[in-house]
């Protein structure tokens, strides 16, 4: 069984859309990231949480640690938003979730 | 904004060469990790690094891989003999315990 779970796999979303991610996880952690994959390959870090809620822009990250689980919404989705967006947690060292590719049409 | 310098960009070797992949973390960091994505699949930890040793190390990191901070700044990692499963994107990262990481934008591997 994976360490991180991410749902969904895919996402197709029209621009203007509510967009949630969700993730799972089995260890414990000092905390839980939420990054994003460029097509190029590129990581960049989106959030870093260890308990309730961060907000930058249009996206909003939370987490519930009792229940090991953290959602990233996105508000307003753009077609700049195309990416995948990828759950890490903190043990030291990340460990990833397998990601979600998101597409928003306009 | 501070960043994590990765060279080269790509590289094509063929099976059985020696690479070496470079990294310059950002100044103030003082744990470095490599991690790697094999295309399609999702990143993996290779080995984290912190006071000019190796502090964890994954299944993966067997003796074809080292690592080195051979001058205070730059940080590398050596495949000695490559082979065709060793095609992926590596990615160093930098963090100061407790704060984020940094990542750098990936030097594409290609075994041939």
């Known amino acids: 069984k994976n360490e991180v779970e991410q749902s969904p796999q895919n996402l197709t979303a029209q621009e203007g859309e509510f967009i949630t991610i969700n993730c799972s996880y089995s260890v414990g952690i000092s905390a839980l990231h939420w990054l994003q994959q460029h097509p190029g390959g590129g990581i960049v870090s989106l959030f870093m949480l260890s308990s309730g809620k961060k907000k930058h822009g249009r996206l909003i990250a939370t987490i519930n640690i009792q229940e090991k689980h953290s959602s990233l919404h996105i508000t307003a989705s753009h077609p700049r938003d195309s990416a995948v967006y990828i759950c890490a947690v903190d043990t030291d060292k990340l460990i990833f979730g397998t990601g979600t590719r998101l597409q928003v049409f306009p | 904004e501070p960043e994590v310098t990765q060279t080269p960009s790509h590289q094509v070797t063929q099976m059985g060469q020696e690479v070496i992949l470079r990294c310059v973390p950002i100044?103030?960091?003082?744990?470095f990790y490599w991690y790697r994505q094999i295309l399609g699949q999702k990143v993996e930890f290779l080995v984290s690094?912190?006071?000019?040793?190796?502090?964890?190390k994954s299944e993966i990191f067997d003796d074809q891989f080292s690592v080195e901070r051979p001058d205070g700044s730059n940080f590398t990692l050596k495949i000695r003999s490559t082979k065709l499963e060793d095609s992926a994107m590596y990615f160093c990262?930098?963090?100061?315990?407790?704060?984020?990481?940094?990542f750098g934008s990936g030097t594409r591997l290609t075994v041939v």
């Open positions: 990262a930098s963090s100061v315990q407790g704060a984020g990481y940094t």
């Open positions: 690094f912190y006071n000019n040793e190796i502090s964890e």
């Open positions: 100044s103030n960091h003082l744990y």
